[in-house]
């Protein structure tokens, strides 16, 4: 099981933005497609989005396209979820982990490979 390491969470007003990082070393050189899950509360685990190695091909679930941006650094064996225009129904604990996705429909590429995961709130 791969280590992965999430970081840039916080509290946030409404119409906000956060950036998110996520270090994996032995993932995003690997080969790996690399993507964002979030766990709402009450709620199941969701993919929201997901880049290809080279980074030429992301994918956003319908709930944050348009309004989440996500990046790579391969050589800084990095990845990172810009968010913007964030509402209330973003508050969630966010991980990065490997994904595949087929459009919109993201899921994780290995199974439980999760970190401890990174703490988004957006509240007034």
């Known amino acids: 099981q791969a280590r992965v390491q999430e970081s840039g969470g916080g509290l946030v007003q409404p119409g906000g933005s956060l950036k998110l990082s996520c270090r994996a070393p032995?993932?995003?050189?690997?080969?790996?497609?690399m993507g964002w899950f979030r766990q709402r509360p009450g709620k199941e685990r969701e993919g929201i989005a997901c880049?290809?190695?080279?980074?030429?091909?992301?994918y956003y679930g319908d709930s944050v396209k348009g309004r989440f941006t996500i990046s790579r650094d391969t050589a800084e064996n990095s990845l990172y979820l810009q968010m913007n225009s964030l509402q209330n129904d973003d508050t969630a604990m966010y991980y990065c982990?490997?994904?595949?996705?087929?459009?919109?429909?993201?899921?994780?590429?290995?199974?439980?490979?999760w970190g401890q995961g990174t703490q988004v709130t957006v509240s007034e």
């Open positions: 982990a490997p994904c595949s996705a087929l459009a919109s429909h993201i899921i994780p590429a290995l199974p439980d490979n």
């Open positions: 880049l290809s190695w080279s980074g030429e091909r992301a």
């Open positions: 032995g993932l995003t050189s690997d080969g790996y497609a």
